[in-house]
């Protein structure tokens, strides 16, 4: 079936530092979305990622697409404690999103 | 404008028993879809709506789930006979066809406990 594995899955950072968190799929995504959730909220979108090799910077935020399209990667920079919570990627199969397990990153003061 | 609604935020029910969780999405979106969030784990698709089209009910985990939405708009995700293990946040999510961008927009969630 349609799967899409993320790594890793917990991180704790101290303030400053920076963190990765890397998706992949077997096959070939039509696009990959991201969505952070907040501890006890629900996830919320922060970004779609189309083409081949696509780079996408939101502020510290920055998010990369795979040339073959079946990786992803989301890098923050120097990290804050806003930046708390559980990131997951989602993969498009179609209509559907096949979401990732999500990395818990915990930021220490 | 409003976001995505459920009810109840919180259900607690004995095992064996029927429950039945709601769903009101943003108006308009033509999109939605039913995922299940265990404690400290991913979003495990359930079934997902889109328009008039027959629902992809790929992710149900057994014939004891099953979802229906009417009118296009509201959706009632049932669960018959409910076990423990079925114990778990469920979220609904809305999106609209806009541009190509299927963006999902969250419900709270509903926290089922099956004591």
């Known amino acids: 079936g349609q799967q899409v594995m993320q790594i890793p899955q917990y991180q704790h950072v101290q303030e400053g530092e920076d963190f990765t968190t890397y998706c992949n799929s077997s096959?070939?995504?039509?696009?990959i979305q991201w969505y952070k959730q907040r501890p006890g909220g629900h996830p919320v979108f922060l970004i779609q990622?189309?083409?081949?090799?696509e780079v996408k910077k939101q502020k510290r935020l920055t998010f990369q697409f795979g040339e073959a399209k079946k990786n992803s990667s989301l890098h923050i920079t120097a990290t804050q404690t806003t930046d708390v919570g559980t990131y997951f990627c989602?993969?498009?199969?179609?209509?559907?999103?096949?979401f990732g397990q999500g990395t818990e990153l915990s930021v220490k003061p | 404008g409003a976001g995505v609604s459920q009810s109840p935020s919180n259900k607690v029910t004995e095992k064996g028993k029927d429950v039945e969780l709601r769903c009101d999405p943003i108006?308009?979106?033509?999109?939605l879809y039913w995922y299940r969030q265990s404690l400290g784990q991913g979003l495990e698709f359930l079934i997902y709506?889109?328009?008039?089209?027959?629902?992809?009910k790929s992710g149900l985990p057994s014939d004891r789930f099953s979802a229906e939405r009417t009118g296009g708009s509201v959706s009632t995700l049932t669960i018959q006979r409910t076990q423990q293990e079925d114990s778990a946040v469920y979220l609904c999510?809305?999106?609209?066809?806009?541009?190509?961008?299927?963006?999902?927009?969250f419900g709270p969630g509903t926290r089922l406990t099956v004591t």
């Open positions: 096959t070939t995504l039509s696009n």
């Open positions: 989602a993969g498009s199969f179609g209509g559907k999103l096949i």
């Open positions: 990622l189309v083409k081949s090799g």
């Open positions: 108006s308009g979106h033509t999109a």
């Open positions: 709506f889109q328009g008039n089209s027959a629902p992809d």
């Open positions: 999510a809305s999106s609209a066809l806009a541009g190509g961008t299927y963006e999902q927009y």
